[in-house]
């Protein structure tokens, strides 16, 4: 099963940014449907951005597009979330995913069975 190890969690200010990682362990990721779930107390997890390179399909949860940015490294083992302008409500436990079984824009928690183990993400003054 593959292996996947977040990091770059913290606590940062409103407005501030951060970029997660996600390393993934004895394979490549550039053909692998990704996704950056998230899940804050008291709140169902929620996908926060789901690529399928395969498929040519990105999604982003409304209330991120123009401010987070899913990327990878060119020896496709990490898979990168830049989070820009951060608010209050992004507070919540990331946690990167994937799933070769993924097809299309589908951005499921059910549907994918990789999980790391999640990074905390606080915003707050």
């Known amino acids: 099963q593959l292996q996947l190890v977040e990091s770059g969690g913290g606590l940062v200010q409103p407005g501030g940014s951060l970029r997660l990682s996600c390393a993934a362990s004895g394979v490549t990721l550039d053909w692998w449907p990704i996704a950056w779930f998230r899940q804050a107390p008291g709140k169902e997890r929620e996908g926060v951005v789901c690529?399928?390179?395969?498929?040519?399909?990105?999604y982003y949860l409304n209330s991120v597009k123009d401010r987070f940015a899913i990327s990878r490294d060119d020896a496709k083992t990490t898979v990168y979330l830049q989070m820009n302008n951060l608010q209050p409500e992004d507070t919540a436990v990331y946690y990167c995913?994937?799933?070769?079984?993924?097809?299309?824009?589908?951005?499921?928690?059910?549907?994918?069975?990789?999980w790391g183990q999640g990074t905390q993400v606080t915003v707050s003054s």
């Open positions: 995913a994937a799933d070769w079984g993924v097809y299309g824009s589908n951005c499921q928690g059910a549907d994918f069975g990789s």
């Open positions: 690529i399928n390179s395969r498929d040519g399909v990105t």
